[in-house]
């Protein structure tokens, strides 16, 4: 349905066309080492004030394969449901084009 684009940049991502319009689906995943002052790492999903989810692994979890993943996946979840909500409320509010 969708084709992955070819683009570099901002301009990267799979691509969706209903009739006239072009919609763009992107998603980044960034794991990165934070300091741990006044931060416990833990099993539970945040959102942050600008809207991205994010969980805290220990050093152990992180060195796991099997763990990160779970914690990936887990983050993506909130993340596609919040991206998806918004996406259908805007586009429920907007006039249906004809052909």
């Keep these: 349905m969708g084709k992955p684009g070819a683009k570099r940049g901002d301009e990267v ?13 992107r998603a980044q995943v960034v794991v990165e080492e934070v300091g741990s002052e006044g931060q416990t790492p833990g099993n539970e999903v ?14 152990e979890d992180a060195t796991s394969i099997d ?15 919040a991206a998806l909500s918004q996406h259908l409320s805007a586009v429920s509010k ?3 084009t004809r052909p």
């Design 46 to 59: 945040r959102q942050r004030s600008d809207g991205s989810f994010e969980m805290l692994l220990s050093v």
């Design 67 to 81: 763990k990160s993943e779970r914690a990936v996946l887990e983050t993506a979840l909130p993340a596609v449901r």
């Design 94 to 96: 907007k006039k249906p």
């Design 13 to 25: 991502g799979t691509v969706f066309k209903m009739g006239e319009r072009t919609y763009r689906i």
